[in-house]
């Protein structure tokens, strides 16, 4: 949980990272390229190994196919302000143009 301040961000014009936006990015590329390679062939299987729910996993894994400067800025503190993970794992566009517009980066 994040407190957001109406009037901080310009106080404190350094954003930070935020942990839980990063390591839902890193799993969500380690997972899909362990399926990839073979590591895990289904999602079950993912699912049995993290001790996860398929349903997250399933959501979470959308975050893998993100444009890459929406990651960049999620590693470099750069997302909104706002920005929860809920927005990441739902559907969103493939095309990363729409993404980018509808996230709200750069």
Do not use: N
Not at 47 to 59: C, G, H, M, Q, V
């Amino acid at each position: 949980m994040r407190l957001i301040i109406p009037g901080w961000a310009a106080i404190d014009q350094r954003r930070q990272p935020v942990s839980s936006l990063i390591k839902a990015v890193s799993r969500a590329s380690d997972w899909v390229r362990g399926m990839e390679v073979g590591e895990c062939k289904h999602q079950r299987d993912l699912a049995k190994a993290t001790k996860l729910e398929p349903r997250y996993i399933d959501s979470l894994q959308r975050v893998a196919f993100l444009a890459p400067e929406i990651v960049e800025a999620i590693i470099d503190g750069r997302q909104p302000p706002d920005l929860i993970l809920g927005p990441l794992t739902a559907a969103h566009p493939m095309r990363w143009p729409e993404q980018i517009k509808l996230i709200g980066i750069l």
